[in-house]
């Protein structure tokens, strides 16, 4: 069984930071693309980072400079640094990996439950 969970999320005034972990169990993790999206409700779901099986990263531009993905596949961990936070990073963050090996094409593949960051001027 699949099972992606979440972890770190709080609350943090602006200009913070956070780190978020995701561990992965029931898959072999170092063969998965995978990825940080978030969510605030009334909107569509977008994508913050993701790191490919080689380590090679993207990011929204919105976070670009501010945030980092990072995964340990000793571990099966994923990680998201989240530095000079701003209110309009509140929402809740959930980790996903790929549908299936080395893709980068998360609907359809598996995913958390979420955590709550919630960032206050």
């Known amino acids: 069984q699949v099972q992606l969970v979440e972890s770190g999320g709080g609350s943090v005034q602006a200009g913070g930071s956070l780190r978020l972990s995701c561990a992965a169990s029931?898959?072999?993790?170092?063969?998965?693309?995978m990825g940080w999206f978030r969510q605030v409700p009334g909107k569509e779901r977008e994508g913050v980072a993701t790191i490919d099986v080689d380590g090679r990263t993207s990011y929204a531009d919105s976070v670009k400079g501010r945030f980092t993905i990072s995964r340990d596949n000793a571990k099966n961990t994923l990680y998201l640094q989240m530095n000079s936070l701003k209110p309009e990073d509140t929402a809740m963050y959930y980790c996903a990996a790929g549908r299936r090996y080395y893709t980068c094409d998360f609907p359809g593949g598996y995913w958390g439950q979420g955590t709550q960051v919630t960032v206050s001027s």
């Open positions: 029931g898959i072999i993790y170092s063969r998965y693309c």
